[in-house]
């Protein structure tokens, strides 16, 4: 029979593992947002600083937890059956983390949408997948034996299958929306499918990985699914830094990333629904709600023949006198022949 180390720690340290490396990334993604997007507006930096240090925490904990009977308690095997506080920890910094990604794409399904279902749908989920990771750290705190967790299978189930539901309603709610207003033009298509394919990629790790770890908890009483589980945090917040570092990547031959920001959004917001495609020195704005529909500014140049009254001699007629024409080329004032202008 293999040691309490083997079948719980083995899957923890694993976890913490993978955690620790997607914590690297987080580090990475946050330093771009910030040196990238300087023109965000204030509440969704601080949005971003709490989540970093949301993932910091957790990291923290993580490694606490897997220090304690590995290295604290080394040689005592009872103390690798039982979780501590800090393990406790860990279902409701998921859930915090979790829900604050999920109310943040609930905003952006509101935006661009405009749909209060689909946003009082996603926050109840969020709601309930919230109070089912506290509610399995209070169950933790009170049975800490790992053998014994199934015995609050209901609130897990609640935390992740809810978590797993919003995710998914979140995916269907933007490629949805995306793909019915689409232009019929091949560049702002392209874009199009760029973000459906960002959006499907983001929503699915998060909700895949959460029923996986659900299908293995129901499954099998060993620690297997906390490798699936102790990542979770940090796949929400690098879903949601790699949506908001790819809006530079949304605009066709746009320049730098400081003036960018998530026009998607900011066009709905605003009433209008276009999505703006920048190329060279001229700018285009292509409706995303009729197909076949371009703005076009069109700029006209008139010629004018201005006479020089000062080089105009007494008694001379006026058809007889030198007169200066616009050059459009030149952009200057030049000599022309002006008999029969006027």
Same mark, same amino acid.
């Given at each position: /029979?293999?040691?309490?180390?083997?079948?719980?720690? +083995?899957?923890?340290?694993?976890?913490?593992?993978?955690?620790?490396?997607?914590? +690297?990334?987080?580090?990475?993604?946050?330093?771009?947002?910030?040196?990238?997007?300087?023109?965000?507006?204030?509440? /969704? %930096?601080?949005?971003?600083?709490?989540?970093?240090?949301?993932?910091?925490?957790?990291?923290?904990?993580?490694?606490?937890?897997?220090?304690? #009977?590995?290295?604290?308690?080394?040689?005592?095997?009872?103390?690798?059956?039982?979780?501590?506080?800090?393990?406790?920890?860990?279902?409701?910094?998921?859930?915090?983390?979790? !829900? &604050?990604?999920?109310?943040?794409?609930?905003?952006?399904?509101?935006?661009?949408?405009?749909?209060?279902?689909?946003?009082?749908?996603?926050?109840?989920?969020?709601?309930?997948?919230?109070?089912?990771?506290?509610?399995?750290?209070?169950?933790?705190? /009170?049975?800490?034996?790992?053998?014994?967790?199934?015995?609050?299978?209901?609130?897990?189930?609640?935390?992740?299958?809810?978590?797993?539901?919003?995710?998914?309603?979140?995916?269907?709610?933007?490629?949805?929306?995306?793909?019915?207003?689409?232009?019929?033009?091949?560049?702002?298509?392209?874009?199009?499918?760029?973000?459906?394919?960002?959006?499907?990629?983001?929503? $699915?790790?998060?909700?895949?990985?959460? =029923?996986?770890?659900?299908?293995?908890?129901?499954?099998?009483?060993?620690? &297997?699914? &906390?490798?699936?589980?102790?990542?979770?945090?940090?796949?929400?917040?690098?879903? =949601?830094?790699?949506?908001?570092?790819?809006?530079?990547?949304?605009?066709?031959?746009?320049?730098?990333?400081?003036?960018? !920001?998530?026009?998607?959004?900011?066009?709905?917001?605003? +009433?209008?629904?276009?999505?703006?495609?920048?190329? @060279?020195?001229?700018?285009?704005?292509?409706? /995303?709600?009729?197909?076949?529909?371009?703005?076009?500014?069109?700029?006209?140049?008139?010629?004018?023949?201005?006479?020089?009254? %000062?080089?105009?001699?007494?008694?001379?007629?006026?058809?007889?006198? #030198?007169?200066? @024409?616009?050059?459009?080329?030149?952009?200057? $004032?030049?000599?022309?022949?002006?008999?029969?202008?006027?």
């Amino acid at each position: /029979m293999a040691s309490p180390a083997v079948l719980t720690y +083995g899957p923890i340290f694993v976890g913490v593992v993978f955690n620790i490396l997607l914590y +690297g990334i987080m580090i990475t993604q946050t330093y771009l947002y910030f040196n990238t997007y300087r023109k965000d507006r204030l509440w /969704m %930096k601080c949005f971003v600083g709490i989540l970093f240090l949301c993932d910091t925490l957790n990291c923290a904990f993580d490694i606490t937890f897997l220090y304690i #009977p590995l290295v604290g308690n080394f040689g005592n095997d009872k103390s690798l059956t039982y979780a501590t506080w800090v393990f406790a920890t860990d279902p409701v910094m998921t859930a915090v983390i979790g !829900s &604050l990604v999920q109310c943040f794409f609930a905003w952006r399904v509101k935006v661009l949408t405009n749909s209060l279902t689909a946003v009082i749908f996603i926050a109840t989920c969020a709601l309930c997948q919230f109070c089912g990771g506290l509610g399995t750290s209070i169950a933790v705190g /009170m049975i800490p034996e790992f053998v014994q967790f199934q015995r609050f299978e209901v609130i897990v189930i609640v935390w992740l299958a809810f978590s797993a539901v919003a995710d998914c309603a979140i995916t269907v709610a933007l490629v949805w929306h995306l793909r019915k207003h689409k232009t019929g033009f091949a560049a702002t298509d392209d874009i199009v499918n760029r973000i459906i394919r960002l959006t499907v990629q983001t929503g $699915l790790i998060t909700a895949v990985c959460a =029923l996986v770890d659900l299908i293995l908890f129901l499954a099998t009483p060993a620690g &297997l699914h &906390l490798a699936f589980n102790l990542p979770l945090s940090k796949l929400y917040t690098n879903s =949601l830094m790699s949506s908001l570092n790819s809006r530079s990547g949304w605009k066709y031959g746009s320049g730098g990333g400081d003036t960018t !920001s998530d026009d998607l959004n900011r066009t709905e917001r605003g +009433g209008g629904r276009h999505l703006n495609v920048r190329g @060279g020195e001229s700018g285009r704005r292509v409706s /995303m709600m009729t197909p076949n529909q371009v703005y076009i500014d069109v700029e006209s140049h008139e010629m004018v023949d201005v006479i020089d009254s %000062k080089v105009m001699p007494r008694g001379s007629a006026i058809s007889d006198m #030198p007169s200066r @024409g616009y050059n459009e080329k030149s952009s200057k $004032l030049s000599a022309a022949n002006t008999s029969g202008c006027l």
